[in-house]
């Protein structure tokens, strides 16, 4: 009886979770954004995690600034181009878990995109049980 409620409860949780991800994605146009930027996950390389930034737009200045939580730049460039991908290779043990502000600025639109980035370790130890053979 315990596993029904259980099972319910992560079914409620997920269609929470699934609702709120889908009202916060209407309230942006994707056909039309503000900073036609993109930033998304790549991977990891030798341990440290790499970003992909995409910029898809008209001939703009634009600057792109990584900041920590307390607002101290990391780093900075200002590119002039209408469209561009870089990739940004961050050094997993000096930033350790804090948080990270990507920021990208239009000076055409005088509009700025900024993404959070958070990480997080989690170590999981899993048994399994099988069945290999039978009489």
């Not at 990891?44 to 307390?70: H, R, W």
């Not at 043990?93 to 920021?103: I, P, Q, R, S, V």
């Not at 000076?107 to 900024?114: D, E, I, L």
Request: no cysteine.
């Amino acid at each position: 009886m315990k596993k029904i409620f259980r099972n319910s409860s992560l079914i409620v949780v997920a269609f929470l979770t699934i609702f709120s991800v889908s009202a916060k994605a209407n309230q942006v146009d994707p056909t039309n954004p503000v900073v036609p930027a993109a930033l998304k996950y790549a991977g990891m390389l030798k341990e440290n995690p790499v970003f992909e930034l995409s910029v898809d737009g008209q001939s703009d200045d634009y600057t792109i600034s990584i900041a920590d939580i307390n607002g101290n730049r990391l780093y900075s460039e200002k590119i002039r181009v209408d469209k561009f991908t870089k990739r940004f290779l961050l050094n997993a043990e000096e930033l350790g878990d804090e948080k990270l502000y990507f920021t990208i600025y239009s000076r055409n639109n005088n509009k700025s995109a900024v993404y959070e980035i958070s990480s997080n370790t989690r170590y999981i130890n899993e048994t399994t049980v099988n069945l290999v053979k039978q009489n």
